[in-house]
Every structure is written in C-alpha cells, then in structure tokens.
C-alpha cells in the first residue's frame, strides 16, 4: 500500500478585499438625466478573502465571504481548503513526477433571500482563480514592468515555483424534490460527476442526495509566463469594479492599475417616437463605458479579458441580477428594428407593394446595380455618429458590393451550383432602390428608416412569433390591436403556403419581385433564397406552420443553407479589403456574365 504525507502550502496574507463602492447620483447623457440607482440595488457589496485563523476547521482552509455595506453578517460563502499531496518514496518514478494539490469545496451558500442572481456561481469562480493562482499558475513573482538583466534572468527561472494540478471535490447535496437542480448548477461551473453511487439523508423533515463531484485544474506548462490578472476576470458576467463617487464614475482594474470610466446611457427613444418604452424592456436598452481618453470598455468573451477600443463597445445592464454584460447589439442596430416594428403593418407592406411592383424606376442592369452598390456599407449598423458625449468614432466598413462578391466566390469555391453563386452576387441588390429613388426611398433612408437594409424579416396579416427579433418592439406595431392579424392563420388560409402571403417590406423582397417581373429563368430554390434567407423564424425556429405547406418544406434547407453561407461570409468579411472595379469587372467577365447569360439575368432589368 502506498502511503502519502500531506503538507499545505506557505501562509499567505490572512485577508485580501476587492470592494464594490456605491454607485449614486445622476449622469447626464444626451440630454437627459439618468439615476443609476435604477441600474444596481441602493447596497453595496464586498468580497472578503480570509485564510486560516480560529474559525478554521481544515487544514488550509479559506474562506470567500460577500458582504452587504448596510447590514452586519454575509450574505455569501464559500468555504474550502487545499493542501499538496506528496507521493512517498515507495512509489513508483512515475507516481513522484505526477504530485498533485487535493481541494475540497466544504460550504457553498447563498442566503434564500439574494438566490437567482448567480452569486453562488461569482463565489465559486473565484475559489477555482484562487487555487489556480495558488498552484497551476507561475505568477507568484510576475510583473508586467519586470525587468533584469539578461545574466541574472536564468536565476530567475530557476526560483519559479514549482506547478501542481489541482484536484477539487465537493458533495452536492440537493433536495430530492429538486432532483438535478444542484448538480446542473456545478455542471455549468465545470464540474462532473465524479462517482455514480448517490448516498441518500433524511433529517426527518427533508429527503436529500448526495453526489460526489470534482472539478480539475491543470497546472500551466513550466516554460509558460503567465500574467497577473484580477481573479473576477474569470467570471464574465461580473466586473471587476469599484462604484465610486457622486459623479457615477466607474473604475475597473488593469494591469497597469485602476483606469475610470463614464457610464453613458444610450436611450432607445427618438425623436419622432410616441411614447417611452415600458420599464420591462428599457432593461435591455444599452451602454457605453468611455474613459477620459475618450476609448470605450470592451470584454472579449473567448479570452475574458478587458481591453479599450476606439469604437465603442455597448454594455447590457440588468439591475435585478447585478450585472453587466457585453453585447454585440448596437443603437443603430435597435433603432433599425424598433422602427421596423413601428412601420411594418399589413397596410403598409400592401401600399409598398403599390408603390413599388410597377416597377417604373428606371432600367439598369444587374451588373450596373452592383456598382451602385459599392457605395453602401456592408455593416450599416457598424457605423457611429458624431455625438457630444460619446465622441466621433467612424470606422470604414467594407462596402456591400465587396461583401457580395465574396459570397459569391464562397459558393463557388464551394462547388454550389452555378445559380447559388449568381443569387449570392444579386441577392442584395434591393438597395440599389435608393439610388433609383433618391428622393424618396433614399432621403427616407437618411432620416427615419432604411427598408432596403437586410435585417430579419416576418410575415404580416398573422401573429408574430414570441422568438422574432427584438420581439420587445412588438408593441409600436398597430397590427396587434386589431382581432384580425392576431391569430396564428391571421387573414391566410390554412397551409396556403409562403408563396400566398405578404412578408415585411425589404429590399429582398423586393429583389424577389424584380426577378419575377424581368421573366428571369432562374429555379424556384433560388427565387426561394433570395425571398425567405431572413425569414429567420421559419427556416431557423420552425414557425409558420400553420400557414406553411409541403412546397415550402422542400425550399427549407436550400434557403438555411444559403443564409449560413451569408452569415459564414459576413463574419470573414468584417476586416477585408474592398474589392477593386478592376477586381469586379474581371470576375464578372471571366465567370459571373456567362451564368448571368444561361439564366436571362444580363439583359436591361426594369425596376
């Protein structure tokens, strides 16, 4: 039998602190006045790190505790303790080169009253950063600004601590009435299940069980320098932040120490809206943390790092849960979709439909349109305005033409059919309309609400689906108060098909109609592309089918598979360079115009 003798690690500091400060006042931001005690609770919080002392009942325990600033005692703890397990010298060579650090997770607790806010998930989190801290990571004696002379470098190297993995255990005890409730929780935290056998405990009143589970960290390569960060780093929905001050500054911790940021609220109203939001989605409305350089906060979520970019960078703030998470959504972007549902009745789709599908425009080619399209941007909502308070940060964006063209050569590099490359050429043309109608369609476009754009589309004259996006706009639509476009059929006959049903007004739509009214000989998959690929709700979510047939079932996956192409390309495209007219004109004599030709699509269009 092998016998094993355990020692813990040298002491540490008996009490390390990262406090939350109040966050009081106002800021004033586009005009407007903001409490942020609407943001978080009135209290403040404090995380307190303790190691050892009387209370400790294990060897190398500490304890994580979260203090509220306006009442005595935690509200949140973690309890657990380490210590590295030595191989004796009766084992084997291998054994003696795999020494490991044994931890045991003892208390995990949240008070029932401040439950559903993922405190016990923060707590947990910075137990594991600890430990890794502790054993798996060489930074005891890191410093960004370190810096020697080569000669005295290697004795350096050799003072580097040595590294253990670290195997971690606790006891999930749960509530049999809430079978797998617990052990969900520890599974999203990165533990498994570390035996099968269940120890069921009654205390009388409660039936309980309890399951072994264990987390590992492994220790970083030895040749591996690794920097210094703020342990709440790892927990991406929490920053690590002090709240300080009347003025609502904001503070997080860099390595090169704490640097101060402004929360700026960036309002879903305009100036043309009728009323303000309900206070249920103003929730999800939007912010800006600038510094006094006048760069923004930013979190990349594969790394969970910090970092300072000139184009702002938009936060999401949920006062109810206390947190602050980074988005990929932009004020462009909610404002395009809040007036969408504001517009896009079933009246309105039927008087664009009037205006339009005369088609009395003018004549163009479809390769001339393509020119036109160059001059707007592939990422419209990419694009930030000059605004006072946030600065000037416009960033160029590569244009819709390039966008296009390179989908089109990804289906070919792909071997789609010919025809799938040509619709990823045309598919976006529907904006060229702002060139052709500068006066209305275009001015419109500039001031309240660009319909050419490609955003995710619905059906009118029915009830949307609860999934659509930005659903928390429905409300501006006048539709929903009237009985007949509330149910799932709306004014369409059963299964009638997408076919026989009016879809939101946009510029695919009307590329659709284009390609219909100029008798073009493509297939019916690809017409099915270019009209449904932002029905998103029915080839991504399954909706519809009340109203969707057996011929729309066979479009589905043409028009999934062509909408993943698009959303393939629109993430390679984001730092490309944009294509050349010399680049264009080559492609489109050497391959493009020849498949134009094969299916009628090269002649003078009328739009």
């Not at 942020?36 to 190398?60: C, K, M």
């Not at 045991?104 to 137990?127: C, M, N, P, T, W």
């Not at 927990?235 to 503070?251: I, Y």
């Amino acid at each position: 039998m092998t016998s094993r003798n355990c020692t813990p690690p040298p002491a540490k500091k008996a009490k390390r602190e990262t406090s939350w400060r109040s966050w009081k006042g106002e800021l004033e931001a586009n005009g407007k006045r903001f409490g942020l005690q609407d943001l978080l609770p009135g209290f403040t919080l404090r995380l307190e790190h303790r190691e050892g002392g009387a209370l400790a009942a294990h060897r190398g325990e500490e304890r994580i505790l979260l203090f509220r600033s306006d009442k005595p005692g935690a509200i949140a703890k973690i309890i657990y303790s380490s210590e590295i397990e030595h191989q004796s010298s009766q084992s084997s060579v291998a054994e003696l080169q795999k020494d490991i650090a044994q931890a045991k997770i003892h208390v995990l607790d949240v008070k029932s009253q401040y439950r559903g806010r993922d405190l016990g998930g923060l707590l947990f989190s910075e137990a594991m950063t600890n430990l890794r801290s502790k054993y798996c990571n060489n930074d005891d004696n890191e410093d960004d600004n370190f810096n020697v002379d080569d000669h005295l470098k290697s004795d350096y190297n050799h003072k580097q601590k040595q590294l253990y993995d670290v195997n971690c255990s606790l006891d999930a005890e749960e509530d049999v009435t809430r079978h797998g409730k617990l052990i969900d929780f520890y599974m999203r935290l990165g533990c498994h299940v570390a035996s099968k056998r269940v120890q069921y405990i009654s205390d009388n009143d409660f039936a309980y069980r309890k399951v072994h589970m264990q987390v590992t960290l492994k220790a970083a390569a030895p040749t591996t320098k690794q920097k210094k960060r703020s342990s709440l780093l790892c927990k991406a929905s929490f920053l690590p932040v002090q709240l300080v001050g009347d003025a609502g500054k904001l503070t997080v911790k860099t390595s090169a120490g704490w640097a101060i940021f402004v929360p700026i609220h960036i309002s879903d109203e305009s100036d043309d809206s009728d009323g303000i939001l309900p206070q249920s989605d103003s929730s999800r409305s939007l912010w800006v943390l600038r510094s006094c350089h006048g760069t923004f906060l930013t979190a990349d979520s594969a790394s969970k790092c910090f970092s300072c970019t000139k184009l702002p960078s938009f936060w999401q703030a949920n006062g109810s849960n206390l947190r602050l998470a980074c988005t990929s959504d932009t004020p462009p972007r909610r404002h395009h979709y809040l007036q969408s549902w504001k517009l896009q009745t079933y009246e309105y789709v039927q008087s664009m439909r009037l205006t339009f599908l005369n088609f009395s425009l003018g004549k163009a080619t479809l390769f001339e349109a393509l020119g036109w399209i160059h001059a707007f941007p592939a990422y419209p909502f990419h694009v930030w305005c000059s605004d006072d308070n946030i600065g000037s940060s416009m960033v160029s964006s590569p244009s819709l033409r390039t966008l296009s063209v390179l989908m089109a050569e990804a289906a070919r590099d792909e071997g789609l059919p010919d025809w799938v490359q040509l619709v990823a050429l045309f598919h976006e043309l529907g904006e060229a309309v702002k060139k052709l109608d500068p006066n209305n369609t275009g001015k419109m476009a500039d001031s309240i609400y660009d319909w050419t754009i490609s955003t995710r589309s619905r059906v009118v004259g029915c009830a949307t689906p609860g999934c659509a996006t930005f659903s928390e706009f429905r409300h501006f639509n006048t539709d929903l108060l009237d009985a007949r476009y509330s149910s799932d059929k709306g004014v369409y006959e059963s299964n009638c098909g997408l076919d026989n049903v009016l879809l939101q007004w946009s510029g695919s739509e009307y590329m659709y109609h284009l390609l219909r009214h100029n008798h073009t000989a493509l297939p019916s998959e690809a017409l099915a592309m270019v009209r449904y690929f932002l029905l998103g709700d029915w080839h991504e979510h399954h909706e519809y089918t009340s109203i969707t047939n057996e011929y729309d079932d066979d479009m589905l996956q043409w028009v999934s598979d062509f909408d993943r192409l698009r959303r393939k390309t629109r993430l390679e495209c984001l730092d490309c360079v944009d294509v050349s007219e010399e680049q264009c004109a080559y492609l489109w004599e050497s391959h493009y115009s020849q498949i134009a030709a094969k299916y009628g699509c090269d002649h003078l269009f009328e739009w």
